[in-house]
């Protein structure tokens, strides 16, 4: 069960048709990837029978909008640290509760700072090809099979296209 709160790297393969992308899930699988590390996404038209499936909240790509929402609120915590400094500077002018401000803005700007540094690729990148009846397959592995997975898909099936690299965990069906 703590597989399910653990990060892993997902990497995003666009693959032309069903029977490209069941070739790769196979593969895979006899690789050592479990079938419920693997996704695949596609426009309502085309039939997945056979291919893992996604939940819902992979499909509206809501990791998305989670990391929207914690960039938000990192932006709105360091705006009103930096607003309470000002009032207090302004108001009482040194005092103790300046560094307060102080630690929070440096705690939101070196969080700012990590978020900036992490590739992450998103859903809503994908979206052309998927209406073009493109199928996209999101694997995710540990961090060090990462570059393992990425040479076998690429060698093994040049059809797949590389779409990129994000991160990802099971927790809440994300």
């Given at each position: 069960?703590?597989?399910?709160?653990?990060?892993?790297?997902?990497?995003?393969?666009?693959?032309?048709?069903r029977e490209h992308t069941l070739a790769v899930v196979n593969d895979l699988v006899s690789n050592g990837v479990h079938e419920d590390h693997i996704h695949?996404?596609?426009?309502?038209?085309?039939?997945?029978?056979?291919?893992?499936?996604?939940?819902?909240?992979?499909?509206?790509?809501?990791?998305?909008?989670?990391?929207?929402?914690l960039w938000n609120a990192n932006l709105a915590a360091f705006s009103l640290a930096l607003g309470s400094f000002i009032t207090l500077i302004i108001l009482?002018?040194?005092?103790?509760?300046?560094?307060?401000?102080?630690?929070?803005?440096?705690?939101?700007?070196?969080?700012?700072?990590?978020?900036?540094?992490?590739?992450?690729?998103?859903?809503?990148?994908?979206?052309?090809?998927?209406?073009?009846?493109?199928?996209?397959?999101?694997?995710?592995?540990?961090?060090?099979?990462?570059?393992?997975?990425?040479?076998?898909?690429?060698?093994?099936?040049?059809?797949?296209?590389?779409?990129?690299?994000?991160?990802?965990?099971?927790?809440?069906?994300?």
């Open positions: 069960m703590l597989w399910v709160f653990a990060m892993y790297r997902r990497l995003y393969f666009l693959l032309p048709d695949a996404v596609a426009d309502q038209r085309v039939d997945l029978p056979g291919l893992p499936n996604t939940t819902t909240r992979q499909k509206q790509d809501t990791g998305r909008r989670v990391e929207k929402l009482y002018g040194l005092t103790g509760w300046l560094l307060l401000c102080i630690a929070v803005m440096v705690a939101t700007f070196m969080a700012g700072l990590g978020f900036t540094h992490v590739p992450n690729t998103h859903l809503g990148e994908f979206h052309d090809a998927i209406a073009h009846g493109e199928i996209l397959l999101m694997i995710d592995v540990e961090e060090a099979r990462v570059t393992a997975i990425e040479d076998r898909v690429h060698h093994h099936h040049p059809e797949a296209a590389v779409g990129g690299v994000g991160w990802g965990t099971a927790a809440f069906g994300l």
